[in-house]
């Protein structure tokens, strides 16, 4: 039976729910009593909260970590897993962050995308089945999280206290259905030395980095990277040779800053690297190629070593010892993602590693570990999330694959990631489905004027609104 498309009656529902949504600051902020994320984080959870309740459903809220709204009375639990929280909202909007403005068919604002459309949309989708008195064996709950953009400890606390389904999906990702989400972990790089051992052994060749700072962690692949380097060990022959070799970088400028000793800031950009998983050399291996390349000491030449030396612009982790395969999930890769130096004798570099779903995590990361203490470096794991695959046999594949065919006409094919969804808490028992249409436009996620299309959300419903029946039919 297709009911996708009964979905359509809430349209003007859902666009009004996307916008007051987003217009809620759910970034994570400090705790308070009762708000494990923050007060705008939990904010966003009793919004939800309310306006399910005010549809007629049945809601708990389990201590500010996670909630949910639920239909049906079967013994058996399935659901649909979705996330309120957002990353902060960075620089470059031409609109308002939390605006949650609606032009040309388009809702603008932080989380519009990821994940407050499809959180609002889902929602209208359960108060679709219950309207049209659809019921089976099995009962569904929506689950609202609220810390899945800073290390999901909303689930493991939810999970401690709540059932698991039996089946589900995450409406965080895109179609068909993504059954590999490869492992994926953080790990830090930390150089660190008393002052009088920074020069010990440089004598007068020496071009300190006061500050460097490149990438951020709302995106993968650093755009820019700056240094700010002083001159004050320079004579006027070698900063005009440093100025030369500046100028044969096409991806490399320079601006000199004014001050007593004289300082110069070094902006590198990215470049285009054809068949590179990143579609490019990031700006951060570039800068640290760059002052590698110098002849020079810089005060963190250990951490500049370890990067040029082991990673550099590789991302299958080659130099690093770690490099690995297997037929589910590909390659390893490996992403340098932001470097910070500030003067203050610890530089840090953090870097992703995605890894194949039969590898084992502990053993990649103390071989990394390994490596960097061979260059007096320290690593630290800073997040890591556990791979998942879903075999294609499994009962959840088979109901989501009718929902979309039934809806689109188009096979369900299974894909893989390396970014992380709520799946990863469900062990084993469900993927990433939605919301992402094939072929979509590029919604901005993570980035300045986020927006997601309602016409494309809608679509989206449909698909929702038919999974959700496939998982509760006996």
Known sequence: MLIGPHIHKHRDAIAAGISELVRIRSVQEPPEPGRPFGAGVDRALQHMLALAASLGF??????????????????????????????????????????????????????????????????????????????????????????????????????????????AFVPDAGYPIFNVEMG??????????????????????????????????????????????????????????????????????????????????????????????TGSRNAVANMVAFLRGLAYATGIDRLLAFLHERIGAETDGASLGIACRDEVSGGLIVFLRTITADGSNRAEALCNVRYPVSHDGDGIFASIARQAAGYGLRAERTRHLLPVHVPEDHPVIARLSRAYEAVTGEPATLLRMGAGTYARKLQGRGVAFGAGLPGGVNTNVHQADEFVRLDDMMRHGEICLQAMYELMKD
Not at 84 to 101: C, M, S
Not at 121 to 147: D, H, P
Not at 187 to 205: R, Y
């Open 184 to 277: 994926n972990m953080n790990v830090l790089l930390v150089e660190e030395q008393a002052p009088a051992d920074t020069w010990s052994s440089c004598g007068p060749s020496r071009l300190p980095v006061i500050t460097l700072q490149g990438g951020n962690t709302r995106t993968l692949v650093p755009e820019t990277c700056t240094a700010i380097v002083s001159l004050e060990h320079l004579d006027a022959e070698q900063a005009e040779r440093l100025q030369r070799e500046v100028e044969a970088h096409a991806n490399l400028g320079a601006v000199s800053l004014s001050g007593p000793e004289g300082a110069l800031m070094l902006t590198a950009g990215n470049e285009p690297v054809e068949g590179s998983p």
């Open 58 to 167: 049945e809601v708990k809220d389990v201590d500010g970590y996670a909630g949910h709204a639920e239909y049906g009375t079967g013994e058996e639990l399935v659901a649909v897993l979705v996330h309120l929280d957002t990353v902060h909202e960075g620089d470059g909007w031409t609109y308002p962050p939390f605006g949650g403005v609606l032009e040309d068919g388009r809702i603008i604002g932080r989380g519009a995308s990821d994940n407050k459309g499809p959180a609002v949309v889902a929602l209208y989708a359960l108060l679709t089945l219950k309207e049209l008195g659809i019921t089976g064996r099995r009962r569904l709950r929506l689950i609202f999280g609220t810390n899945e953009e800073s290390g999901m400890n909303d689930l493991d606390y939810y999970f401690e206290r709540e059932p698991l389904p039996s089946l």
